[in-house]
């Protein structure tokens, strides 16, 4: 992304196509998230949604809160319904418009994957979202695949979760797409770059996931959404990163932190609830993990 | 079958704002832009918008000076947190009760 020329808030359009008034709560970093990456996808859309908070968020019956078509498919078939848009809009000629599936961390890694993995290898033209809020937070907090270790969720009650995070955009990125992308809801420019960037290289799947920070599933109070997703990328636990037809690049702020001091991954965990049971080995081994990933990566 | 028994049979919901209903009614602290500290207002020229470009709900306005729609807002406090200048402070939302009545 050196040579495009980058967004800033003064180019950002102020053009909404998300209505305000929706049902997302208070504080929601999947609102953030949504309304940059519309902005970027423009009207030319078609969106296939799947159940998560989203469903919610996009408009129930009789009013939507998104001004474009948007299609509710069941859980697991967003890739392929997405497919199937697609094709309905080659048939009739419109085939100049986007197909975004947009679905949460459960809908992608877990029920939504085999319809996803299909499509990343046909090679559909489509572009596909995840917003991973690290649970299902929808249904009311429960474990996914996604959930990072020793983390609380009502599934996962006493210990936390036992298991480590699933790395959900390098399965994606093994299937050799054009293009695969993280972002964060802490830091919209970037996301936005990286979604118009997706928009353009039509032809192949497309795939952006997105750290989304959740108050009341993560356990904060709202106004810390942005604080506490910019905090998951300066300690280097999420990082910004795309790859473009196999060219791996750090992007935003985590090129910047390359080869410098990251903040201490502990500061991330203090800040939410959900953290709560973790211990000093844990957030050890964490941070350990954080470190030995980022002794691979060059400026 | 016109187009609106169409619709009606399958649910398609209408865009439009307040699907939630009018969720200012959540609020429990409001935000209030000082314009003395608030630096596109102060300097008249378009720049930061942070609270702009962070609003889940997209109730503050890109303009100078930016305001806030309270119909809507969440009362999330994001706008607040992220201000560099410091210039929104979060109002206890009772302390105006009396001036609406």
Known sequence: ?299 | MSKEEFCSMISVSEPGPGDGGNTGSWRVVRPVIDLEKCIPAKTGKPSCFNCWLYCPDAVVTKTLPPTIDYTYCKGCGICAEECPAGAITMVDEASFTKEEK
């Open chain 1, 1 to 299: 992304m050196d040579n495009d020329k980058k967004t800033t808030v003064l180019t950002l359009t102020d053009e909404e196509i998300v209505n305000p008034g929706n049902r997302a709560c208070s504080g929601c970093g999947l609102g953030i998230v949504y309304r940059t990456a519309l902005k970027a996808l423009g009207k030319d859309t078609v969106l296939a949604v799947p159940p998560s908070c989203l469903t919610v968020l996009q408009g129930l019956y009789p009013v939507a809160s998104t001004k474009l078509p948007c299609v509710n498919v069941t859980f697991a078939s967003t890739a392929a319904a997405a497919t199937g848009v697609r094709a309905a809009l080659r048939a009739t000629g419109r085939d100049h418009l986007n197909v975004v599936a947009f679905a949460g961390d459960g809908g992608t890694g877990d029920i939504g994957i085999q319809a996803l993995s299909g499509a990343c290898e046909r090679g559909e033209d489509i572009i596909y979202i995840c917003y991973d809020n690290e649970a299902y937070m929808n249904t009311g907090v429960q474990r996914s695949g996604t959930t990072p270790k020793g983390v609380m969720t009502t599934t996962t009650p006493i210990k936390g979760k036992l298991q480590h995070k699933k790395d959900v955009p390098s399965i994606i990125a093994a299937h050799g797409i054009d293009y695969v992308a993280t972002a964060s809801a802490a830091y919209p420019l970037d996301l936005y770059d990286k979604v118009k960037k997706a928009a353009s290289m039509k032809g192949g799947t497309r795939y952006i996931h997105v750290h989304t920070p959740c108050p009341s599933g993560w356990g904060f109070a709202p106004q810390y959404t942005v604080h506490i997703g910019k905090l998951g990328v300066t300690t280097g636990l999420f990082d910004l990163y795309e790859i473009v037809k196999g060219e791996f690049s750090l992007t935003g702020e985590s090129a910047k932190r390359v080869g410098k001091e990251r903040t201490p991954v502990e500061e991330y965990f203090k800040t939410q609830r959900r953290f709560r049971s973790l211990s000093q080995e844990l957030t050890d081994e964490m941070q350990g993990m954080i470190d030995a990933k980022w002794a691979n990566y060059t400026a």
